[in-house]
């Protein structure tokens, strides 16, 4: 059974801007993430040997989260570019929140940053309901 969860070809395509961390947030690893956020990719060195690591990224990502309804690949898309208007929520199911998100932009920017850290949690919470 094939459990595709992510992309390599969307994480390698976010690896361009990896020095902010954006692979690494998508493949769930929020706090290496953040750190190569802080740190422009670890001095870009780290951001330059994930170039190596993105496959076996992909097989943690596969191996840890649910595949269903809701398309990981879609989700982060709308969270990196619309996620202050709560787009991604919606597409997610949660309505509320979403258009609490739309008001509010992103929770003055605390939801939108939340929602990094725990967008592939959310999305197999969902999946796995719903299988």
Same mark, same amino acid.
């Given at each position: 059974?094939? =459990? ?21 947030f998508?493949?769930?690893? +929020? /706090? ?22 993105? +496959? ?7 191996? =840890?989260?649910? +595949?269903g =309804? ?38 003055f ?13 959310? /999305?197999?919470?969902?999946?796995r309901?719903?299988?």
């Amino acid at each position: 059974m094939e =459990r595709n969860t992510h992309s390599k070809t969307i994480g390698y395509l976010l690896w361009i801007f990896g020095f902010t961390g954006a692979h690494r947030f998508y493949y769930g690893k +929020p /706090i290496s993430g953040t750190v190569y956020f802080f740190t422009l990719g670890l001095l870009f060195i780290g951001w330059i040997v994930d170039l190596f690591l993105i +496959p076996s990224m992909d097989r943690e990502a596969e191996l =840890r989260f649910h +595949p269903g =309804r809701v398309d990981y690949t879609v989700a982060w898309l709308l969270l990196t570019f619309l996620g202050l208007f709560g787009v991604h929520r919606m597409y997610m199911g949660k309505w509320f929140t979403g258009i609490v998100y739309f008001l509010t932009g992103g929770i003055f920017l605390v939801g939108y940053i939340y929602d990094f850290w725990t967008l592939n949690d959310q /999305i197999t919470l969902i999946n796995r309901s719903e299988s």
